[in-house]
């Protein structure tokens, strides 16, 4: 079930307590994951996935999401700064209607602008080498993107 129409709070309702959630940032090249705790409070990045075929990037996303017992997935949505949507919005509402075909795993968007930014400028405020922004800025912009949707339900 791809939900645009369902907010964050529905959804979560929607599934139960014991269920985790699973933040996605899409990009062209990569997809960041990363996973909420048990309690839904805290969101920690595990895995850059290099992007292959949809169905084999697909197979990776749902082994994780058995392995981690996920119930929902907060997937980064890259609206304009203006709100519009643009090419990379259809690509991942695409991804998304596909992604449904192989899973009851309901999805919810999210705005995820300046999300990478913001994890860019971190690491090189903590003196991220170009090589080691560049091997974890995806997962980091996941749970980036996971952290704000997860302190959105408090």
Known sequence: MVST????????ASITPDKRLIGLDLGSKTIGVATSDRT?????PIETI?????????QRLL????AENIGLIILGLPVNMDGTEGPRCQSTRSFARNFARLS???V???????STAAVERMLIQADASRAKRDEVIDKLAAAWI???ALDSLR
């Open 40 to 44: 839904r409070m805290i969101a920690t």
């Open 63 to 66: 082994t994780i999401a058995q």
């Open 5 to 12: 129409d369902l907010t964050l709070p529905q959804a979560i």
């Open 104 to 106: 009851s795993i309901p």
């Open 50 to 58: 290099a992007r292959k075929k949809f169905t084999q990037d697909a």
């Open 108 to 114: 919810v968007f999210w705005d995820e602008r300046l």
């Open 146 to 148: 996971l952290q704000a």
